[in-house]
């Protein structure tokens, strides 16, 4: 792990003094706890969790508050304050500062997205398969979520289909006995999008 957080840290800046790293993969695929073990490893990194920009209401409609409320600021210089969506509650929350670091970390389905890939300094892919993701993700989340599940699956589903990140990741991580292991991801062995 610490090799790739001296990786991030050497990469230019890619959002005003910010390099904004994409953790990508299928809901249930571990990208929460790979981003905590990354941030970690960068002394302390922020993690900014797409689970806090999208809603019930909008699943994958999330791009416009996201540039307004992180990417805005962030490429100016200045801090970024998003509100976060609370689940139970179903409404979304008061702001939270995320000051400018030198590695912000964004990690949910739909991180490499087309419209926030021009400002990600590499995009880290989960590669782990759809179906033992979600399956993982419905064990973690119990049979109280099982019809939120149902719908998240076809959303999920339609949204890689009409935007697929793993094509355009940089970096493959799976998950190991022990740790991590990295791997080059399409993007270093196809070239650019």
Do not use: C
């Amino acid at each position: 792990m610490q090799h790739l957080a001296a990786r991030l840290r050497a990469l230019p800046p890619s959002l005003g003094p910010v390099r904004l790293v994409g953790v990508d993969g299928h809901a249930g695929s571990g990208k929460s706890t790979f981003a905590a073990r990354l941030a970690a490893a960068l002394g302390g990194a922020p993690v900014l969790h797409l689970d806090d920009f999208a809603s019930h209401d909008h699943l994958f409609d999330w791009t416009g508050r996201f540039t307004e409320q992180v990417i805005t600021p962030l490429a100016r210089g200045e801090s970024a304050r998003y509100t976060p969506y609370d689940w139970n509650l179903r409404a979304f929350g008061p702001p939270r500062p995320l000051p400018p670091a030198p590695v912000v970390l964004v990690e949910g389905v739909g991180a490499g997205r087309r419209e926030l890939r021009p400002r990600l300094a590499l995009l880290l892919w989960m590669e782990l398969p759809a179906p033992e993701a979600w399956a993982r993700g419905r064990r973690r989340d119990g049979e109280e979520q099982r019809e939120f599940w149902d719908g998240w699956t076809a959303a999920e589903r339609a949204h890689f289909a009409d935007d697929p990140s793993r094509p355009r990741a940089d970096l493959l991580v799976r998950q190991a006995r022990e740790g991590y292991e990295v791997l080059p991801g399409p993007a270093m062995t196809d070239g650019p999008d």
